[in-house]
């Protein structure tokens, strides 16, 4: 199986199972001599590591970070940087009863019909467990960026029930396990997942991911556009199913005069007087926060039976046990945070690359 592998300058490779001994990724092109250790590394990891809430899948993994590679007496050394993680809490026997039935909505049939096998236990390489190493490769993307740059994630939709941007707290977000900026519509949430639990079902999310401190000029025209790059990361992710840079699809709805992002100068400076644009005009960054969203679909494990097929071609209906996310949208947040940072990551050092800046 290739395409393991993202990032051109920065670069990233995961690998492993769900299920299997452990999971991993190699981050190739970091620079020497910045400071990192496990103690950088895993702080993120927590944010994501599941069986934190009722609101997440109970599996308990610890997701304790080790770097095998590529640090020495704290500072990166420019070789390539190797981390793993145990896999510690795997209830394989839970998916025994789906070796031979193709789970709807998951990958199950679209691995086998490509590859003639399939890793059945949770999911194997489909699974989101594989997630938690773009999560490791985001924080060492952050030392890349420097302090100057700062990624924030939220939770902004979850099903039909929206956030009001009036209430917009970040305070708030690292304070509920829901990443959720709406003190108002936190409340709302914890109810409405709660009951979509208890039903045995799932629901779907929209997750907002905001870079502030990106200095203009990343990014490159036609094929090598920030937002096009930014795009293909955030799909890249378990279950996204659409993604907005800036206003987005809402962008169709306005007519120029509304869409358009005025520019006055200021004490001799460039000030944009709105942001429609998400921080990104013709590929490259202006200056102001990226402003990006991505729309997680429901996950697919439920326990409501669904009809499907067997992999010997006859009819029969699933449904899947174990443990599982009510809405997979919820540790979306920090690896849409991640995507965004490797992104932002690459892009700096190809920037430093051409224009020497």
């Not at 899948?57 to 610890?62: G, I, K, L």
């Not at 939220?154 to 304070?175: K, N, S, Y």
């Amino acid at each position: 199986m290739s395409y393991n592998t993202f990032g051109h300058m920065f670069r990233v490779t995961t690998w492993g199972e769900s299920h299997g001994p452990a999971i991993g990724c190699v981050v190739d092109g970091c620079p020497p001599r910045l400071k990192l250790d496990e103690a950088d590394i895993q702080p993120w990891l927590d944010r994501r590591r599941p069986g934190q809430s009722k609101y997440t899948t109970q599996r308990q993994e610890a997701d304790r970070v080790q770097i095998l590679s590529g640090v020495f007496e704290g500072q990166t050394t420019g070789t390539p940087i190797s981390l793993s993680i145990h896999n510690t809490d795997q209830r394989s026997r839970d998916y025994g009863d789906i070796a031979e039935r193709y789970r709807p909505g998951h990958a199950d049939v679209t691995y086998d019909r490509k590859y003639g096998i399939r890793d059945y236990r949770g999911g194997g390489r489909s699974s989101a467990r594989e997630t938690a190493m773009r999560v490791a490769a985001g924080a060492i993307a952050r030392q890349v960026l420097g302090q100057g740059v700062r990624i924030r994630g939220a939770l902004v939709q979850v099903g039909a029930l929206g956030i009001d941007r009036a209430r917009w707290d970040w305070d708030l977000v690292e304070d509920n396990p829901l990443f959720c900026p709406d003190p108002v519509m936190l409340g709302q949430w914890e109810d409405y997942l709660a009951q979509i639990r208890k039903d045995g079902s799932s629901i779907g999310a929209v997750v907002e991911v905001v870079a502030e401190g990106v200095p203009a000029g990343m990014g490159a025209p036609i094929y090598g556009k920030l937002d096009s790059d930014l795009a293909m990361a955030f799909m890249s992710i378990n279950a996204v199913k659409g993604v907005e840079i800036g206003d987005g699809f809402t962008a169709a709805t306005l007519t120029g005069e509304e869409n358009a992002d005025p520019m006055r100068m200021r004490d001799g400076q460039l000030h944009f007087l709105s942001n429609h644009a998400g921080g990104i005009l013709g590929g490259i960054s202006t200056g102001q926060p990226i402003v990006a969203r991505f729309a997680v679909k429901p996950t697919s494990s439920i326990l409501t039976p669904v009809p499907s097929v067997t992999r010997s071609g006859g009819n029969v209906d699933v449904m899947t046990r174990g443990r599982h996310d009510p809405c997979v949208g919820i540790r979306a947040v920090p690896v849409g945070e991640a995507m965004m940072a490797c992104v932002l990551a690459d892009h700096l050092l190809r920037h430093r690359g051409q224009a020497g800046t």
